[in-house]
T-cell receptor, first 114, second 114 residues
Framework: GAVVSQHPSRVICKSGTSVKIECRSLDFQATTMFWYRQFPKQSLMLMAT?????????EQGVEKDKFLINHASLTLSTLTVTSAHPEDSSFYICSAVVGGYGYTFGSGTRLTVV | AQSVTQLGSHVSVSEGALVLLRCNYS??????LFWYVQYPNQGLQLLLK??????LVKGINGFEAEFKKSETSFHLTKPSAHMSDAAEYFC????????????FGKGTKLSVKP
């Protein structure tokens, strides 16, 4: 089946640095990629929707200058957390649509900012 | 706008007992509904989905769910719980057609007692 590979699975970074998270579609072309954030013991909240070759659409309250999303090809979407702070520590998950209603998720990235 | 309510943030059952996880939705258009399972520090795995057709949907690992339009519900059931079923379960509704993002409920943590 369709697989989205997400890396890294875990990352610890110092406050003020930037972290890049990658999501690759391995055997299909992902025109659209969704990026979610999940705080401990909470649900997934949509941060932004990225479409190949165009600017991402951010949800209300999500800082586009802080969470940079790039979807330069049909198989790669990246999320860069810039100038990370401890409150950005969270679990980030990407998701792509495969065919109709066939959502496939990456395995997630646990970001810890110290 | 679509929304999802999962009743009970934590459900505990004995091994071999019936599992019932409740999900109600709100949607102004015909809903497309999903159940996902998440193990600690992992992404989401699709259990089952309802788009059109038969309202009783069978998924993986012995789970099934029934779409009841009159009750705006999509409860998840399994006749006999296994220890390996212990995880977090999320109900979701597609926000906008086959390419829209998913709106998630807050999740229900299932514990299985030996």
């Amino acid at each position: 089946g369709a697989v989205v590979s997400q890396h890294p699975s875990r990352v610890i970074c110092k406050s003020g640095t930037s972290v890049k998270i990658e999501c690759r579609s391995l055997d299909f072309q992902a025109t659209t990629m969704f990026w979610y954030r999940q705080f401990p013991k909470q649900s997934l909240m949509l941060m932004a929707t990225s479409n190949e070759g165009s600017k991402a659409t951010y949800e209300q309250g999500v800082e586009k200058d802080k969470f940079l999303i790039n979807h330069a090809s049909l198989t790669l979407s990246t999320l860069t957390v810039t100038s990370a702070h401890p409150e950005d520590s969270s679990f980030y998950i990407c998701s792509a649509v495969v065919g109709g209603y066939g959502y496939t998720f990456g395995s997630g990235t646990r970001l810890t900012v110290v | 706008a679509q929304s999802v309510t999962q009743l009970g943030s934590h459900v505990s059952v004995s091994e071999g007992a019936l599992v019932l996880l409740r999900c109600n939705y709100s949607s102004s258009v015909p809903p497309y509904l999903f159940w996902y399972v998440q193990y600690p520090n992992q992404g989401l795995q699709l259990l089952l989905k309802y788009t059109t057709g038969a309202t009783l949907v069978k998924g993986i690992n012995g789970f099934e769910a029934e779409f009841k339009k009159s009750e705006t519900s999509f409860h998840l059931t399994k006749p006999s719980a296994h220890m390996s079923d212990a995880a977090e379960y999320f109900c979701a509704v597609s926000e906008g057609g086959s390419q829209g993002n998913l709106i998630f409920g807050k999740g229900t943590k299932l514990s299985v007692k030996p």
